[in-house]
């Protein structure tokens, strides 16, 4: 079993292995449901992270680099297969998923097929979540981080009501906003694989010009979704058949100029 994986990978032909990624704060189970919406010829293999869910006992990790270099040598033999791959990132993840692709293209490895980012600004720009006047910072008290926290689906009821969870999950989220810096502190480099975008109409944390930026990043084509819901829309039904969609769309525009964005 891969540690970075939450569920095994098929054994037999997987289709397209979309490899997800999970938001600050976060684990795997963010991608629940996925491969019943996403659609046929697809396997979702949610990424785990160390210090959530099964891995809870495991430090945390806030060094980018040691990140993609763990991610390589977990997952590498899924990348190196004939069957073709991709990548979802949401926030935190599509950061995670950008540096990660990148590493492997700049060590000679095989590109996914598309990296495809969700409620994330672009890696050129700065994030006002982490250096805007509001920014969360990993120091801040309990108080201030479930405040830059606090549109409505932000963190489940139940863990709200649960003091001893909430603290764990606001140790991880200090622990990923200092990851997060870590991720985009190298410059911005472009992919030679299509990249798509995906915005949440309401999100107060990411505009949707942002998320549009992530087009610089790619010198393949590259397609804008614009979706409803706020910054967590990771977790509504419309998202993974958008996924789906974009991948299988994929053979249109790799390669061909940019796609005018597509919203709703």
């Known amino acids: 079993m891969h540690r970075y994986l939450a569920v095994r990978p098929p054994a037999g032909p997987a289709g397209i292995r979309l490899f997800c990624f999970h938001h600050a704060g976060a684990g795997a189970m963010s991608f629940a449901g996925w491969r019943r919406s996403v659609g046929p ?22 060094d980018g680099d040691q990140l993609v270099r763990e991610l390589t040598d977990d997952l590498g033999e899924l990348l190196d297969g004939p069957e073709p791959y991709a990548f979802y ?67 489940p009821a139940q863990l709200l009501e649960r003091p001893g969870w909430l603290a764990l999950t606001l140790d991880t989220l200090r622990a990923d906003l ?20 995906f ?27 614009t979706l409803p819901g706020a910054h967590f829309f990771v977790r509504g039904a419309e998202l993974p058949r958008r996924v789906g969609e974009a991948l299988n769309v994929e053979s249109v525009f790799a390669g061909a100029p940019p796609l005018p964005p597509v919203a709703g």
């Open 41 to 62: 010829g697809v396997s979702v293999l949610p990424v785990r992270l160390p210090g959530r869910e099964s891995r809870l006992r495991e430090a945390r990790i806030t």
């Open 89 to 155: 990132g949401h926030s935190l993840g599509a950061m995670v998923a950008y540096r990660f692709a990148e590493h492997l293209v700049r060590t000679g490895r095989r590109p996914p097929l598309m990296v495809m980012a969700g409620a994330s600004p672009a890696p050129q720009l700065p994030s006002a979540v982490l250096d805007g006047p509001g920014a969360l910072l990993p120091d801040a008290p309990d108080e201030e981080l479930l405040k830059g926290l606090g549109d409505e689906d932000s963190l």
């Open 178 to 197: 200092r990851l997060a810096r870590s991720l985009r502190s190298a410059p911005m480099v472009a992919l030679p694989c299509p990249v798509a975008a």
């Open 199 to 225: 915005a949440g109409a309401d999100d107060q944390l990411v505009s949707p010009a942002e998320v549009a930026a992530w087009e610089h990043c790619t010198t393949a084509g590259f397609r804008l979704w």
